[in-house]
């Protein structure tokens, strides 16, 4: 049977895209796994972030494309939760990027700096170094570099 982790590099690069978008999964574990059958740290680094970043900037358009309306009437949410929302980001801006890694709530900060219209060019510059400073602590902490 045929699994991310018997693609390699491959697979590394498609776990992490996948779990960078609304799919409920990290790649941590996946990263650890590869990085243990390649020993290939610089190579895990490169395909693991790649695919993770490529991931976050997905669901940053798809959050570009929402819209108020459609998420009060198809979520439910109030429309003063959406204010309080939009003045988080407000006050932290672009810069929540850079924890965008973080499980389950990273996909949500990059759906709102999507959906509330953060600058695009340092939101993806600041998406690519949280996702590369996330892998590069794992290389370290393995013990990899």
Same mark, same amino acid.
């Given at each position: ?7 390699? +590099? =491959? ?6 895209? +996948? ?15 590869? =990085?243990?059958? !390649? ?9 693991? !972030?790649?695919?993770?970043? =490529? /991931? ?9 494309? /929402? ?30 990027? +850079? ?6 709530? /990273? ?18 510059? =600041?998406? +690519? ?17």
């Amino acid at each position: 049977m045929l699994s991310l982790e018997t693609l390699g +590099l =491959l697979g590394l690069f498609i776990g992490s895209f +996948l779990a960078a978008t609304i799919l409920p999964f990290s790649s941590d574990i996946l990263y650890m796994a590869i =990085l243990a059958s !390649t020993g290939d740290p610089v190579g895990c680094l490169i395909s693991g !972030t790649l695919g993770n970043w =490529l /991931g976050s900037v997905l669901t940053y358009w798809m959050g570009r494309l /929402g819209k108020i309306e459609w998420i009060e009437k198809w979520f439910h949410v109030k429309h003063e939760k959406l204010i309080s929302c939009r003045s988080f980001v407000d006050k932290y801006g672009v810069w929540l990027a +850079l924890i965008a890694w973080v499980p389950f709530i /990273g996909d949500v900060f990059c759906i709102a700096l999507g959906f509330f219209r953060t600058r695009p060019v340092p939101t993806t510059i =600041l998406l +690519l170094a949280g996702k590369a400073a996330r892998f590069a602590v794992w290389n370290l902490v393995i013990g990899a570099f």
